[in-house]
DNA sequence: ACCTTGACGGTTC
DNA sequence: GGAACCGCCAAGG
């Protein structure tokens, strides 16, 4: 398994993290579209818990890039003006994501992923 | 074993 | 737009 592992980590939550991990910079993809990657359909909300995780296991911030995972609408998912938010919205400015206000313009910088790529790297 | 928590999403009004 | 409502369900207490 990969080295982000840990003894007490669930299977879902790795896969998740896995698939974050294929984000390229760049570019976001949402909650609900993470979770389908990861073979979760429809469990958009668990995709929050296992990155709100990140943080919580002492990993380094970039590990898992959960900075580029907002919400279908391409909204940043924290209040405006909260510490996470407004991390997030420098570390995508620091990729070259347009962010106005709260909001990404999802038809410029959603992830595409290409269906060969996926099946060469998700092992699960 | 039961109850609550979640960085969500879609539907509807 | 946006707000209310409901479905989702693994994890952690």
Same mark, same amino acid.
């Given at each position: 398994?990969?080295?982000?592992?840990?003894?007490?980590?669930?299977?879902?939550?790795?896969?998740? =993290? !896995?698939?974050?991990?294929?984000?390229?910079?760049?570019?976001?993809? %949402?909650? &609900?579209? #993470?979770?389908?990657?990861? *073979?979760?359909?429809?469990?958009?909300?668990?995709?929050?818990?296992?990155?709100?995780?990140?943080?919580?296991?002492? =990993? !380094?911030?970039?590990?898992?890039?959960?900075?580029?995972?907002?919400? %279908?609408? &391409?909204? #940043?998912?924290?209040?405006? *003006?909260?510490?996470?938010?407004?991390?997030?919205?420098?570390?995508?400015?620091?990729?070259?994501?347009?962010?106005?206000?709260?909001?990404?313009?999802?038809?410029?910088?959603?992830?595409?992923?290409?269906?060969?790529?996926?099946?060469?790297?998700?092992?699960?």
């Amino acid at each position: 398994m990969s080295k982000i592992t840990n003894h007490s980590i669930k299977t879902h939550y790795t896969q998740i =993290w !896995q698939t974050v991990q294929l984000i390229p910079h760049g570019k976001v993809a %949402s909650y &609900g579209q #993470i979770a389908d990657l990861s *073979g979760l359909p429809g469990r958009a909300r668990l995709v929050g818990k296992a990155l709100g995780k990140v943080p919580k296991l002492g =990993w !380094q911030e970039k590990s898992v890039p959960w900075y580029r995972v907002i919400n %279908s609408q &391409g909204k #940043i998912s924290f209040p405006m *003006g909260s510490d996470y938010f407004e991390k997030q919205k420098q570390f995508l400015q620091d990729e070259q994501i347009v962010v106005i206000g709260d909001k990404v313009k999802l038809s410029d910088f959603q992830w595409q992923p290409d269906l060969a790529e996926l099946l060469f790297k998700l092992t699960f």
